[in-house]
């Protein structure tokens, strides 16, 4: 285990598979649905893009042996999109092929607005042969609402969420109250008109906007799921469980947390002072 590893262990939930294995587990008896990430992007070597299928592979055994109850979500920049977009392509369809065959969901990350496009075209090129995959979209950018239209008219499983990537003017919003506002807009759409819509945010103000939503629109509580990453929240995880809701959290693991981990403490102030706070104590 790394040196530094401390730091990052409220938010990711292992360096190793077996790690991320035991906390899944406590999840699941918990009551909670899970998805599964092994962390890594913007990879530029091979071997490490192929060790990502390699455990990906793994994880895709364990859930259909029942050792695990998940499903996965995974970065195109991880299986080698930088790399070249044949080769990523290859690398996503050995595990795409392998999750078919034992039914597991696998959902496309987003990652910056760079690959926001390229992502989408990846996602329908292989949506006819793998229906049981799905896709993330950013409330924050501009373009999202057509997206969101199209995805619904094909079908498509969408997770909402705010976007955690630094975006320029004239591709994303950037205020909180017009970001928030965007979110409510896209939910509805996707409550309406949706496939089981996934909402990922720890907000209070859009999970309960998304409650509301659904009860005026007589959408089901099984019809939709929360979504919550590993370490935030996790007494109000499993109220909102006790309240019906299906809430699934996002459990990332592995030795390249780095940037996640920083995406996390530029989010909100109380995380930094959370790290701050285990680094004194040592
Ligand atoms: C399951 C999941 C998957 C995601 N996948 C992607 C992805 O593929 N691509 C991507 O760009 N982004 C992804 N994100 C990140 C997302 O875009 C946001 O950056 C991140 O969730 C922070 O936004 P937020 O709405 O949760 O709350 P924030 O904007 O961080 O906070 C808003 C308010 O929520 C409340 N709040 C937030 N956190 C806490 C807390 N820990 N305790 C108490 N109150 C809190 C506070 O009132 C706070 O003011 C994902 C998020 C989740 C949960």
């Not at 999202?144 to 909402?160: C, M, Q, W, Y």
Request: proline fraction near 3%; charged fraction near 30%.
């Amino acid at each position: 285990m790394s040196r530094f590893f401390f730091l990052a262990r409220r938010f990711v939930a292992g360096e190793s598979l077996e790690a991320a294995v035991e906390v899944v587990r406590t999840l699941n008896d918990a009551g909670l649905d899970v998805t599964l990430n092994m962390l890594g992007e913007g990879t530029r070597e091979r071997e490490k893009a192929e060790d990502a299928v390699r455990q990906y592979l793994v994880m895709l055994d364990l859930i259909r042996d029942g050792a695990l109850e998940a499903n996965i979500s995974v970065k195109l920049t991880h299986l080698g999109l930088d790399i070249d977009e044949t080769y990523c392509v290859d690398n996503l369809y050995r595990i795409l092929e392998a999750a078919k065959e034992k039914d597991v969901f696998i959902r496309l990350d987003m990652e910056g607005s760079s690959y926001t496009q390229q992502t989408l075209d990846i996602f329908y090129d292989q949506y006819d042969s793998h229906k049981n995959t799905g896709v993330v979209i950013q409330a924050m950018l501009l373009r999202s609402p057509h997206d969101i239209f199209v995805l619904n008219k094909i079908g498509a499983r969408v997770r909402l969420c705010k976007g955690s990537y630094r975006e320029p003017t004239d591709l994303a919003l950037q205020r909180m109250p017009n970001i928030r506002g965007a979110f409510l807009s896209m939910a509805e759409q996707l409550l309406q008109n949706g496939h089981y819509p996934a909402f990922a945010t720890h907000d209070d103000y859009l999970i309960e906007g998304v409650a509301r939503y659904a009860d005026r629109l007589e959408v089901p509580k099984d019809g939709f799921e929360f979504q919550m990453l590993y370490g935030l929240r996790p007494g109000y995880q499993k109220e909102m469980r006790r309240q019906g809701y299906r809430m699934r959290i996002y459990v990332p693991f592995g030795t390249e947390w780095m940037p996640y981990f920083y995406r996390r403490l530029r989010e909100r102030k109380e995380n930094v002072w959370f790290v701050l706070r285990n680094l004194v104590r040592r």
